[in-house]
């Protein structure tokens, strides 16, 4: 039987990216024997509040990709108003494909089987640099990012600092 598309795109675009890698990430696989399965370390984005961080999260790949997209959870603590407290990433390209039943995203902002890790985590880093705080994920997060700017600094500098004593 021969190996599923998924897999082989999956193993294609790992290769890509330790061949040619991208500044500002790093990827790899959680469990060499598993290609669905992935982590990535996202480095801080420069003239950002997150810059110098170190932040490690895991990309889960379904079977189906790329016609689904994967969930992408940070495992560092990370604070930002599309990150969930349990480290669950929100943002419009890895949401299912198709129309947004709420009305909030047009489907071309939304998952398509072009997207890559690449695209994936470039647009998880802009989104670093610039939160959309119209539809948080984490609300106390948008809230403080809003209304009081500066404890929002100290909690993601906390943040940061604690992810260079992991990554040390």
């Avoid at 599309?82 to 902002?109: M, T």
């Avoid at 998880?124 to 929002?152: G, H, Q």
Wanted: proline share 8%; hydrophobic share 35%.
């Amino acid at each position: 039987m021969s190996e599923p598309q998924s897999s082989l795109l999956l193993k294609k675009q790992l290769a890509e990216l330790n061949k040619n890698p991208v500044e500002g990430f790093s990827a790899g696989l959680i469990d060499e024997n598993d290609i669905f399965r992935w982590e990535v370390l996202i480095i801080g984005p420069p003239d950002t509040l997150y810059e110098g961080g170190f932040f490690k999260a895991h990309l889960y790949f379904p079977k189906e990709y790329p016609l689904r997209p994967p969930r992408m959870k940070f495992v560092t603590e990370i604070w930002h108003p599309n990150i969930e407290k349990n480290g669950d990433v929100c943002i419009s390209i890895l949401h299912e494909p198709g129309d947004d039943k709420w009305g909030y995203e047009k489907a071309s902002e939304r998952w398509l089987p072009v997207h890559t890790v690449e695209t994936i985590l470039i647009s998880v880093i802009s989104m670093l640099a610039d939160p959309n705080d119209e539809s948080p994920a984490n609300v106390d997060a948008a809230k403080e990012w809003r209304e009081s700017y500066p404890e929002f600094k100290r909690k993601v500098a906390r943040c940061v600092r604690k992810s260079q004593e992991e990554c040390s």
